[in-house]
T-cell receptor, first 114, second 112 residues
Framework: GAVVSQHPSRVICKSGTSVKIECRSLDFQATTMFWYRQFPKQSLMLMATSNEGSKATYEQGVEKDKFLINHASLTLSTLTVTSAHPEDSSFYIC??????????FGQGTRLTVV | EDQVTQSPEALRLQEGESSSLNCSYTVSGLRGLFWYRQDPGKGPEFLFTLYSAGEEKEKERLKATLTKKESFLHITAPKPEDSATYLCAVQAIGSGTYKYIFGTGTRLKVLA
C-alpha cells in the first residue's frame, strides 16, 4: 500500500503553547487528506477534511480556530493545535487519499499537554 | 443517516480457531467498504476495499466479503500476531468530501 508519514509520533507540550503535526504522502499525490482524533479504545472521530489548495471542511463541534489545518501541496498537510490545553491531549491520526479511493493512514501522533 | 456497526466488540480466539467479524452498514449509496487493522498506538493499516455485493478479497488468513447490508471479515486459523483491532469503514456516493464513516471496531485477541 501507499506510504503516509506522520510526524512527530509523540509530543509533550506546555499548556497554552501551539503544536504542529505534519502528514506527508510519500509515494502518491494526496488530493484529499483527513484528520482524526482517537480516544482510548474508541474509534476514529473525523475532525476535518482538506482538499489540496482549498480550505478545510470541519466536522460539527470541531473548533476551526483551535485546530488549524493547512493542505498547501499534494503531499503535505499540517494540523496545528493552538493554545493547547490538557483536554486536547489525545491520539491524532491523518490519512491521505488520491481522488477518494483508498485512504492510507499515518502512524499517529500522541499529544500530551501538561 | 449513514451508519456502521461492528460486532462483536471484542473477541478472544485460541490459535487456529477460525471466526468471522461482522460489519453492518446503512448508507444512502455505497461507494466503497474498507477494512483496516489497527495495532495499539499505531495508525490503521489498510487491508481491503470492497465495492459491490458479492465481491470477495483475500490476503493470507483474512478474507473479506460484502453483501448489500453487511460485510464479514473471516479469519482462518488465526495466529497470535493477528491480534489487533479491526475497523470497518464505508464511503457514501454523493459524499462530495469522500468522507469515511468508521465503525467502533472489533478488538481481537488470539491466544497461543
Amino acid at each position: 500500500g501507499a506510504v503516509v508519514s506522520q510526524h512527530p509520533s509523540r509530543v509533550i507540550c506546555k499548556s497554552g503553547t501551539s503544536v504542529k503535526i505534519e502528514c506527508r504522502s510519500l509515494d502518491f499525490q494526496a488530493t484529499t487528506m483527513f484528520w482524526y482524533r482517537q480516544f482510548p479504545k474508541q474509534s476514529l472521530m473525523l475532525m476535518a477534511t482538506s482538499n489540496e489548495g482549498s480550505k478545510a471542511t470541519y466536522e460539527q463541534g470541531v473548533e476551526k480556530d483551535k485546530f488549524l489545518i493547512n493542505h498547501a501541496s499534494l503531499t503535505l498537510s499540517t494540523l496545528t493545535v493552538t493554545s493547547a490545553h490538557p483536554e486536547d491531549s489525545s491520539f491524532y491520526i491523518c490519512s491521505a487519499s488520491f481522488r477518494g479511493v483508498e485512504a492510507f493512514f499515518g502512524q499517529g501522533t500522541r499529544l500530551t499537554v501538561v | 443517516e449513514d451508519q456502521v456497526t461492528q460486532s462483536p466488540e471484542a473477541l478472544r480466539l485460541q490459535e487456529g480457531e477460525s471466526s468471522s467479524l461482522n460489519c453492518s452498514y446503512t448508507v444512502s449509496g455505497l461507494r466503497g467498504l474498507f477494512w483496516y487493522r489497527q495495532d495499539p498506538g499505531k495508525g490503521p493499516e489498510f487491508l481491503f476495499t470492497l465495492y459491490s455485493a458479492g465481491e470477495e478479497k483475500e490476503k493470507e488468513r483474512l478474507k473479506a466479503t460484502l453483501t448489500k447490508k453487511e460485510s464479514f471479515l473471516h479469519i482462518t486459523a488465526p495466529k497470535p500476531e493477528d491480534s489487533a483491532t479491526y475497523l470497518c469503514a464505508v464511503q457514501a456516493i454523493g459524499s462530495g468530501t469522500y468522507k469515511y464513516i468508521f465503525g467502533t471496531g472489533t478488538r481481537l485477541k488470539v491466544l497461543a
